[in-house]
């Protein structure tokens, strides 16, 4: 395939790397707002920029007919504009906070254990977020995604930084060194607490799974999630 990338930072560069070593040709990259983008020689794009750059990236994609897929988080409150645009023009976008296959079981294993957690009224939710010092958003993405499928279980009606209170999740974010990714979830009550955690131990899951979504959306047209390419079953929204 013939890609574009947006964003050449940790990400970019990682899935450029990876890109060539799979067969593919890197057509572009690029690392800033530009006029000067080759968007007929791109088959897929990647963007993993910036949340300010995100959607106009994934947008420009869009008009040019480029099916485009993303992991930038932090912009997700212009979520629906793109993909009603996506869907106006009959192009493909996907979007995933996470691409890593560990993070997309976590996924299920987390709405599974809410949804049993629904049954003790007695615990409390809670979640904790590890990255490394550049990320720029908080809470992570990946944390919001799974601040939802606890509230999509029923039991919650809202997640919020740092503080909890009645059936809202306190997600607290830490910024240390160079860590790639760490999500913990746990319920506590009086007597004892029930935790699940993924770890990161590279980036490197993250940049593959990109990069097979990005072959996989290659001839598709809509707006699909991690999810469509593991074939996950159910029926829930893309993860977001
Ligand atoms: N969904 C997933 O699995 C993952 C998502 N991410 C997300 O991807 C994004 C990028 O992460 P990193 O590479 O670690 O960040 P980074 O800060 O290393 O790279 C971002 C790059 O975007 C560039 N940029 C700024 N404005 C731009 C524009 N208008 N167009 C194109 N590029 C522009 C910056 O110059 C920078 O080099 C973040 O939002 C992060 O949260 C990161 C890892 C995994
Ligand atoms: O910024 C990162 O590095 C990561 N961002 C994503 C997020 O916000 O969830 C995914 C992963 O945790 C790494």
Redesign the pocket.
Known sequence: MKIGL???????RMIDSLARDRGHEVVAR?????DKVPFDRMEVALD????E??P??IIRCLRNGVPVVS????WLERFGEVTALCESLGGAFLY?????LGMNLFFELNATLARLMTAAPGYRASMTEIHHT????AP??TAISLAEGIIAQGGYHAWQSDQGGEGVIPIRSERIGDTP?THRVAYDSPVDRIEIQHTAHT?EG?AL??LLAAEWLVGKNGVFGMRDVLNLPGDREPDR
Do not use: C, H, I, W
Request: glycine share 22%; no cysteine; hydrophobic share 30%.
């Open positions: 947006f964003g050449y930072g940790t990400m970019g690029v690392d800033g707002p530009s993993f920029s910036q949340p750059a995100a106009e990236n992991g930038t988080t932090g995933a906070s996470n691409f890593s550049r990320k720029l958003d992570s993405g990714g980036r993250f799974g990109a």
